[in-house]
């Protein structure tokens, strides 16, 4: 089932059972995903939705950290609330282990061994990760395989 139906089914769901922060938090993702596919006149694939979803997770955990430090509890929690519905339609994280074997593989299948390729690994490693792991980690990993 694609993502996008999942998300439907779901909105479905939430209304029924009448939970209005789960209804909220997946009508904002879908909107964001229809705002998406009108600006870009496409359809999303479910990498494109995968994206948006990760996207809106690292919004609200940075909205969260920011009402902790303005000792706002009450609106952080309604973020972190938000982000656990919307990471419910995220794939299960990578561990480090699996990460590491990406890495591995990809550096083998591109070549790459110095940080000239860096680019390349993580072109070729993007689409198998999106929505799995921190990019901005990954990267840093990356960086430190292939300057040792």
Do not use: C, H
Not at 29 to 54: F, H, M, R, S, Y
């Amino acid at each position: 089932m694609a993502l996008i139906d999942e998300l439907k089914n779901a909105q479905k769901d939430a209304m029924r059972a009448k939970e209005k922060l789960k209804l909220g938090t997946i009508r904002m993702a879908l909107a964001a995903i229809k705002q998406k596919e009108i600006d870009e006149q496409i359809t999303l694939d479910d990498t494109a939705v995968l994206a948006i979803l990760t996207k809106m997770v690292k919004q609200r955990a940075d909205a969260a950290a920011q009402y902790d430090q303005a000792g706002r509890e009450d609106l952080a929690s309604t973020e972190r609330d938000e982000i656990t519905v919307l990471e419910s339609f995220l794939p299960q994280p990578l561990t480090e282990e699996e990460v590491s074997a990406l890495i591995d593989e990809a550096m083998a299948s591109t070549g790459a061994t110095d940080m000239q390729g860096m680019g390349k690994v993580m072109g070729y490693l993007k689409p198998k990760v999106q929505g799995r792991t921190d990019m901005g980690a990954l990267s840093g990993k990356i960086k430190a395989k292939l300057s040792a």
